[in-house]
């Protein structure tokens, strides 16, 4: 079964191409690798074996995104491909306006013309903002948005939830990740930031491998048990398992659901530099700096909903992802 991936060649939409193959899916990359880099694509065939139909386009190009579905026909759709930058958005907003939502617009215009019958749309986390208590529910309130980013995610959501409403023969599912990290144990692909990375994993390997200097913990004066701020972070293969398993059960039903996608344990910073540091047998260079303007003190998922709707869990450890990491940074470096 033909599933398109937009943004197929990132971070996440990468390591869920591998398992949509191992479960007899077909996936159909779309990707102008804004983010990403070609050899990507050509680790997938290491990784799979599978010359995997690739198109370098812009999902925003309705014209050329048009040709793809006449061409493939796909039964579904999972759309990863976002600008993602919380900071950035911040100061550029029109871009993410522009990417995260006037390009969904045009893609569902394509869902309805081509008869699409599932969609996965990738939400996050940060819809909840600062929550009223942890682990957080999906049905908890949403909150005002921090950051054109996560408004994207939230107005995504909604565009999306009105749309499918008005198909009633189609299903669509809002992922809403917690802390993707990770890489794939092979370390043929995983994250690439580009320039100076804003999230703590990227940020601990490059320090790690000597490309910064030093990690900056940012805040230590929480009201968490070491003082340090407390996430839920998941492998990301783990996750990419999630949007298998959600294909598969949006294909049996016509049903529009909203899933956390997270272990369920929190780690704070601090255990996450620690266990870094024993997992790979390496010393870590970092100091405690002030806290970073809107940051959440502590979200975790409540993830009874997916356990019990699609019978996902976590397969990976908080150790296994760390190691993982370190070695996709190794091979980055050499
Ligand atoms: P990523 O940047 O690694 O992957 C996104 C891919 O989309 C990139 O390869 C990029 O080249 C491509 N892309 C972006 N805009 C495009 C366009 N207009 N046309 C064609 N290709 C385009 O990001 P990721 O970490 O894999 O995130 C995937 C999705 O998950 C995003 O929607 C992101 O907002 C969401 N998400 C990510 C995280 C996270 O921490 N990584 C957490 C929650 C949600
Ligand atoms: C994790 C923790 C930092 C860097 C972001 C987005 C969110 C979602 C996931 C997309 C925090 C601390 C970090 C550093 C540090 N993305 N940290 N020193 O902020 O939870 O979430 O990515 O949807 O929308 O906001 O992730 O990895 O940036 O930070 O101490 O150099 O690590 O303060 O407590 P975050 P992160």
Known sequence: MKILVT??????????????IKNKFQPIIVDDLRNSKSFIIDNLYKITGKKIPYYAIDFGDTLKLSEVFKKEEPRGII???????????????????????CNLVNLLSLVDKFKVQSFVFSSSCTVYGVPNSV????????????????????????????????????????LRYFNPIGAHPSGLIGELPIGLPSNLIPFITQTAIGKRECLT???????????????????????????????????????????????GNGA?????????????????????????PGDVPAIYADNSLIREKINWSAKFTLDDCLEHSWKWENNLSH
């Open 135 to 174: 682990p957080v529910k999906e049905n908890a309130k949403i909150k005002e948005a921090s950051s054109p980013y996560g408004f994207t995610k939230q107005v995504g959501e909604k565009i999306l939830s009105d749309f499918f409403k008005t198909l009633p023969n189609s299903s669509l599912a809002h």
């Open 7 to 20: 943004g197929g060649a990132g971070f996440i939409g990468s390591h869920t191409v591998v398992e949509l």
């Open 217 to 263: 913990i940012h805040g230590n004066d929480y009201n968490t048990l070491d003082g340090t701020c407390i996430r839920d972070y998941i492998h990301v293969i783990d996750l990419a398992n999630a949007h298998v398993l959600t294909l598969n059960h949006l294909f049996n039903t016509a049903e529009n659901l909203i899933l956390n996608v997270g272990t």
């Open 268 to 292: 704070s910073v601090l255990k996450v530099v620690n266990r870094f540091q024993e997992v790979n047998n390496i010393k870590l260079n970092y100091k405690f700096g002030p806290r970073r």
């Open 79 to 101: 759309h990863f491909a976002a600008d993602k930058a919380v900071n950035e958005s911040i100061n550029n907003p029109l871009k993410y306006y522009n990417n995260n939502l």
